[in-house]
């Protein structure tokens, strides 16, 4: 067997301020350089700088924009992986982008490909066409953004990584979907899943309960956090029992061959 190091991953579970990018960089700068135990992997919720806005053209950036380099930095204060999403302009459209910040300055990106038709996201942002799994300290990363859990097909497990990660903006009216979708991802890809939501009332008067956690590929949950309530919380992650698991349940080798179109 493969031996791999144990993963540190710390969730952030916060209010964001509504519309305002220097206030939640501070505030967000600050939760982040509190963090008492030394992770590997550092999660933000969905859009953290300016909360889930359907105005891009008033707060979009570009990649070399204060709130990238910010993170930029932050992560090689910390020596950790940021992992947030921004509202960035691209070539004339504009994105929900996932970045993935690695404390030696390099940077990959995921645009978030279910755009929220419900509250219009598909109207003013452009969807992603392509999936992202990184490899970091020996382990495959899946990233994944809010609205995409609904979509089991984008995340499947195609034996090609161990931990799914999502980040969002879920509102509490729909807090169970948001519950019970992680657990079954975790489940149904025998894999890690990590789901960041944030909590508060943002500026369109939804609220949200977090209810953010870190789930194993048996579908117990091994770190959560209260609903409702501002919190850090930091969970270490076994490859060890991960891939021992998946060899007394081989179950990913049963599962369907199908592509994307």
Known sequence: MEVKNNIKITLIQSDIVWE?????LERFSKKIMEIKEQPDIIVLPEMFATGFLMQPEKFAQTEDGTIVSRL??????????????VIIKDKGKYYNRLFWINPEGQYQTYNKKHLFSFAGEHEKYAAGDK????NYKSWRIKLLICYDLRF??????RNDYDILIYIANWPNVRSFPWK???LARAIENLSYV?????????????AHSGDS???DFKGEIICNTKPFEETIETCTLSYEDLIKFRTKFPALGDADEFELK
Not at 20 to 24: F, G, L, M, Q
Not at 72 to 85: D, F, P, R, Y
Not at 131 to 134: A, C, G, K, S
Not at 152 to 157: E, G, H, I, L, Q
Request: proline share 2%.
């Open 20 to 24: 305002d990018i220097d206030t939640n």
């Open 72 to 85: 930029g930095e932050l992560s090689k204060q910390k020596n950790a992986v940021i992992v947030a999403s």
């Open 131 to 134: 999936d992202l799994i990184v």
């Open 152 to 157: 089991p097909v984008w995340s499947r497990n």
């Open 180 to 182: 019970t979708l992680l």
């Open 194 to 206: 990590v789901g960041v939501n944030r909590v508060g009332e943002d500026g369109n008067r939804i």
């Open 213 to 215: 956690m870190i789930i």
